[in-house]
RNA sequence: GCGGUCUUGGUGAAGUGGUUAACACGUCGGAUUGUGGCUCCGAUAUGCGUGGGUUCGAUUCCCACAGAUCGCCCCA
């Protein structure tokens, strides 16, 4: 028990960090490519802000949240996404001053209770890209560019890029309507989850893989019947402008995304390869977001991927690049004295940055060589009481097995300059 | 939240209702004087996820719980 993280969480161990500095360096590097500034908001917040936010009717909301009163009464929560937080802090340290539309990125860590799975934790890694300020389709296309253009240069295949439209204020509550009626004839014929969904949110019955196949579903209504001109015109461009691109991507009518933020453009881009958690990256345009938080009309969209996620992806691919950090020496003693100087030599190799260690467990010389070797050192520098008498040390080079014997003094400059 | 599978040392694992829980890797020590990578020798689980139960006796059978994993769900 006290020596088991709790469950959904898990140690990012040295090993494993080569991979997770990796893919943030990654992030950073396209993010500043594509003109988004990172921000750091609070890992939590006022309950408040998820359920106004995400929506109240959502399962994030309704039953994944890490909620609690803290000391002083309030009802805080650990954040279970970063959309919201940041659509936050852009009203609280007003961003919008600028004029100007506003980019930004974030990396960190958020908490759902779900069950866990491989891919699927409680407290799991998320980047994502929010840009507030523009309602220009080409924005949505440049966002999704970048989630694209992020997984496809980490060399991930098997990616599939999907992409729909949700409506707006003006066109969703008419397709949702319709939608009620469609199914609502066929109600019986639905499964229990659907039968809730009826009311709760039609939409995703679309998605919804037990009832997938029946007969009632092709015949369902698009939205693109209902699709008002802003909407229609809005996705058109694009897929125009993706197309553009030279991005493949095919238009999922059933894509729908489970928060209720989301309005026109939806997409998700999945790694088929991971099974049933297979999304890593979704996101969309939420143009209501910031007046439902308490600011003007702005509009916004964004995405966010899973850095778990990812790395299992590319560990599948083995495109995790392991960052071989070697020692530059290893200092062999032999006997007290030996190991003063030693000791000193080290000091003085650390001052300058030169990657070095020693034995502290007082074994034998052969058992400090064989350290050494292991270590993957260049060098063994080597000390006895021949060396401490002459102010010098043994220079062992460990590849080529060569050795010669210098002074104390000139170690730094001889050797590693 | 629902259903299935799994859980043996630092690691990969074999195995049995009953005296020493195989093997391999790793780790540590040694093979005479101050020198590694090869080879050889030796050491390395009072313990078989946790807690109960059945039994003369359980790591092996039963139950519960926990964790991992797969599918559902959800989503990243």
Redesign the pocket.
């Known amino acids: ?1 006290l020596t ?7 140690d990012i161990l040295p090993e494993q960090i080569d991979g997770w500095q990796y893919v943030e360096n990654e992030i950073r590097k396209i993010c500043a490519a594509y003109g988004y500034e990172e921000i750091r908001t609070p890992t939590f917040e006022h309950t408040e802000l998820f359920q106004r936010g995400i929506g109240e009717a ?3 909301v309704e ?2 949240m890490y909620t609690f009163t803290d000391r002083g009464n309030r009802s805080i929560t650990l954040r279970p ?1 970063n959309t919201a937080s940041a659509v936050r802090a852009y009203l609280q340290n007003k961003l919008y001053a600028s004029g100007n539309l506003v980019k930004l990125f974030y990396i960190g860590s ?1 908490f ?11 407290e ?3 980047f ?1 890209v929010e840009a507030l300020g523009e309602k220009n389709p080409a924005l949505d296309t440049e966002i999704i560019l970048l989630a694209w253009n992020f997984l496809k240069n980490l060399g991930l295949d098997e990616l599939k890029l999907k992409i729909n439209t949700v409506g707006c204020p003006a066109c969703r509550p008419v397709y949702r309507q319709k939608l009620q009626h469609y199914f609502g004839d066929v109600r019986d014929e639905l499964c229990n ?1 659907c039968k809730s ?1 009826l009311d709760k949110n039609p939409l ?1 019955i679309l ?4 009832d997938a196949g029946k007969d009632f579903m092709d015949e369902a209504p698009r939205i693109e019947t209902c699709l008002c001109d802003e909407c229609r015109e809005h996705f058109a461009k694009v897929k125009e402008l993706l197309t553009a691109a030279n991005v493949d991507f095919t238009v999922d009518n059933r894509l ?4 209720d933020y989301y309005t026109k453009t939806a997409f ?2 999945q790694y088929t390869p ?10 969309g345009r939420y143009d209501g977001l910031v007046e439902e938080i308490g600011g003007s009309p702005t509009p916004g969209i964004g ?7 990812i790395l299992i992806a590319l560990e599948k691919q083995n495109l995790v690049p392991s960052a071989q950090k070697k020692l530059d020496a290893f200092i ?1 003693t ?1 006997g007290s004295a030996a190991e003063v100087c030693g000791f000193q030599l080290l000091n003085n190799l650390r001052q300058k940055n030169i990657a070095a260690t020693m034995d502290f ?1 007082g ?5 400090q ?6 270590s993957g050192a260049k060098f ?1 520098l ?6 401490v008498a002459d102010k010098t040390v ?1 220079v ?6 060569a ?1 010669e ?1 210098i002074s104390v003094d000139e170690v730094i400059t001889k050797i590693f300059s």
């Open positions: 028990m088991n993280a709790p469950r959904g969480t898990k959502t399962d994030v039953k994944e996404e958020m759902r209770y779900d069950r866990p799975q491989a891919g699927r934790l409680r799991f890694h998320q994502g989850d969904r995703r998605d919804c893989k037990v729908v995304r489970g928060l998700e881009i991971l099974g049933s958690q297979s999304a890593l990256a979704g996101g995405f966010a991927a899973g850095i778990e996620r062999v032999a467990a074994r034998s010389m052969k058992a060589m064989k350290q050494a070797a292991k063994a080597i000390i006895g009481d021949d060396e043994t062992k080079n460990l590849e080529t097995s050795q014997t």
